[in-house]
Structure formats: structure tokens, C-alpha cells
């Protein structure tokens, strides 16, 4: 029986050992992405991909951007997406001229052309982010900072925001961004990327890499300072 005993706490010494030594010497992490990309033509819109991303068109009522006193006009929308937790949504619109919005009394009256466009662009980046508020439960946003897509002046903010299930239990995390950019005069593509918060930094590179190859298919034209097509 201490035979037994002995050999018992050998074994049980060793497994141990041998797990402390895995640990240790963790593999190569996998790559969240393969290196195998394809093209996406979906509607307006034309881009690179990852093969494990998959594209779906969506109703032109979707998130909320054809509201009544919504300041633009949903043209085009599609989801790119690796399950319900990781993906990119694109979203062109249109400015409404028949829309009153508030706020434009308020406009400096020498304001310059840059000036104008810079409000234009804060007002349709608001009105979206209360969209993606409605649609999101507990959306929080950490920060807004200006950036450029393709060349073109954008804004862009970084937020945390819970997937809801049927299941309370079954809530999930997830972090994302939404970045506006003007593509033309009268139109503006929202982009909104997401993945789970400890995958955030590894999709980045994932979703820069799918804008810069994004074109917009007839009836986008070039800005002055884009490099839309």
C-alpha cells in the first residue's frame, strides 16, 4: 500500500511539473484573422475581407436613421460580420434638405466653409451615436477624437456597450467605435466596428485594413480632400 501511495504522489508530482512547464512556454498566439481575404460587393459598397467574415444587406430602416426628425436619410447599409460579437457595419446616408434642424441659428454668420463642415459633420456623428445608444444596451463612450479615413477629415469615438440576450445571464461585452466621414457634398458613411473588449486591439489592424480598401460603387463622388471613388 505506501507502493501505492508513493507512486500515487510521483504521478500527481510530475502532471504537475509538466503543466507548470506548458504554462511556461504558452504557443504562438493564432492570428484572429487568416490571410485569406475576398472581395465584398454589396450595394454601394465594394471592400476587402476576411474569409471568415460574412456579408449581409440590410433594411434601409435599420438603426434607426430614418427617424422623422433624423438630420439624414438612410441610403445604404451592410453588416460584415464573424458572429454576433464581431464585425463592421457601414452605413451611407444623405443629408436631408427638408429638415429644420436646430442649432443652425446658433451658426456664426462669417462662419468659413471648413467651419460649416466641421458642424455638419459633429451634428450627423451626434444624431448616429443616439441611434447606436437606443440600439445598444449600457453604451458608454470613452472618447472622441478627430481622425481620417482615406484621407478625409472624420470624427471618430471608442465605446463599450452590452450585447443583450433573452437570458440576462448570457450578456455579453463588447467594444467598438463609430467613425463619420463626409464622402461627398450632400452624403456621409458611417462606419461602426466592434469585437469582444479582450480582442479589441487584435481586430483593429483587421478593420483598418477593410476601410482603406472600401470604394463606394455610382453615385459617390470624390471630395477635395477624400480619396473616395
Do not use: C
Not at 21 to 27: H, Q, Y
Not at 69 to 94: C, F, Y
Not at 105 to 110: G, L, N, Q, R
Not at 196 to 225: C, D, I, W
Request: overall charge positive; charged content about 20%; glycine content about 6%.
Amino acid at each position: 500500500m505506501l507502493l501505492l501511495y508513493r507512486f500515487l504522489w510521483i504521478a500527481s508530482a510530475l502532471g504537475v511539473a509538466a503543466v507548470m512547464i506548458m504554462l511556461s512556454n504558452p504557443r504562438a498566439e493564432r492570428p484572429v484573422v487568416s490571410n485569406e481575404w475576398a472581395s465584398v460587393q454589396q450595394g454601394r459598397f465594394s471592400l476587402q475581407a476576411p474569409r471568415e467574415f460574412r456579408a449581409h444587406r440590410d433594411a434601409l430602416t435599420q438603426m434607426g436613421m430614418n427617424k422623422p426628425n433624423s438630420p439624414v436619410q438612410l441610403q445604404d447599409a451592410v453588416r460584415i460580420e464573424r458572429g454576433a460579437r464581431t464585425g463592421m457595419k457601414l452605413a451611407l446616408v444623405t443629408l436631408r434638405t427638408d429638415l429644420q434642424v436646430g442649432g443652425d441659428d446658433d451658426a456664426p454668420a462669417a462662419a468659413t466653409p471648413d467651419q460649416n463642415a466641421a458642424r455638419t459633420l459633429q451634428r450627423i456623428h451626434t444624431a448616429q451615436l443616439e441611434n447606436l445608444r437606443e440600439a445598444y444596451a449600457d453604451l458608454k463612450e470613452t472618447q472622441t477624437r478627430p481622425t481620417r479615413v482615406q484621407g478625409a477629415p472624420a470624427l471618430r469615438t471608442d465605446f463599450t456597450f452590452t450585447l443583450a440576450h433573452w437570458v440576462p445571464l448570457f450578456n455579453t461585452p463588447a467594444q467598438g467605435y463609430l467613425i463619420t466621414v463626409p464622402v461627398s457634398q450632400t452624403e456621409a458613411l458611417h462606419i461602426i466596428a466592434y469585437s469582444p473588449p479582450h480582442q479589441f486591439q487584435q481586430y483593429q489592424p483587421v478593420y483598418e485594413r477593410m476601410v482603406n480598401t472600401l470604394k463606394l460603387n455610382a453615385g459617390a463622388t470624390t471630395t477635395a480632400s477624400g480619396g473616395w471613388e
